[in-house]
């Protein structure tokens, strides 16, 4: 949340390329090493991240998600986080998909198709046995308000925080410093269910709006509030950055 005059402008970046993305499998469980396998960087997601590893400002806050295939990139990117405390892990894991996990929707689909059908339709269903589309949208939303105003241990991380550059100094000229100023900076490195949730609850969509926003991999989607309103800068490609 962002309080009184203070700017919180969030970078969410989604996890590059991996085979798990690629064949739209949902998220294993973490420490599944069996079924995490996937969710390793391929080598067209290794290589793009490799690419923009040097292109990050300085952060007061860096958080990321538990997942495999975030960690990998955040380590890929040059942006090292400290342990996640309960909020922060809890806020940001991808939806709790019970026994769907580590399968593909498509092998989903086939074997359970009207389980699938009552799920894409009602937010507050959970035919998986896992967490409703509903309740993951709270707790994301819980997240951004309370957890993504608390500076974490993974601050000032990332190569710019050491070197600067001209984004940097740009930053501080309009207040956004990482470390202080009139503005902070938060960099999170998300699942791209965890980015479609934090905008439906940024832009005040309904739930069932969850379906209708894409997240490329290795794209930034950009939040910046004060005073528990959020503005959306959507879908930057992080190759551009």
Request: aromatic share 4%.
């Amino acid at each position: 949340m962002t309080t009184g005059q203070t700017t919180t402008r969030i970078m969410l970046i989604s996890p590059a390329m991996s085979t798990a993305l690629r064949e739209a499998r949902f998220p294993a469980p973490a420490g599944d090493d069996d079924l995490d396998v996937t969710d390793d960087l391929d080598v067209t997601g290794l290589r793009q991240a490799e690419a923009v590893r040097e292109s990050f400002p300085r952060a007061a806050a860096l958080y990321v998600s538990p997942t495999r295939r975030c960690r990998r990139t955040a380590h890929v990117l040059g942006l090292t986080a400290g342990p996640l405390d309960g909020t922060a892990a809890d806020g940001l894991a991808p939806c709790a998909v019970g026994r769907w996990q580590g399968r593909t929707l498509d092998e989903v689909a086939s074997a359970e198709p009207q389980a699938v059908a009552a799920w894409l339709a009602d937010p507050a269903a959970a035919p998986h046995g896992g967490e409703s589309l509903l309740d993951f949208h709270v707790r994301v939303a819980q997240w951004l308000e309370a957890g993504a105003a608390t500076d974490h241990p993974g601050a000032e991380a990332g190569p710019d925080a050491e070197n600067g550059n001209g984004t940097d100094r740009a930053d501080k000229a309009a207040g956004m410093d990482g470390a202080g100023g009139t503005g902070r900076r938060v960099i999170v490195v998300a699942e791209p269910d965890v980015v479609r949730a934090a905008t439906v609850h940024a832009v005040g969509a309904p739930p069932s709006a969850f379906w209708r926003i894409d997240v490329r991999p290795l794209s930034v989607t950009e939040l910046s509030g004060r005073n528990g309103r959020w503005n959306l800068l959507s879908g930057r490609p992080l190759l551009h950055a």
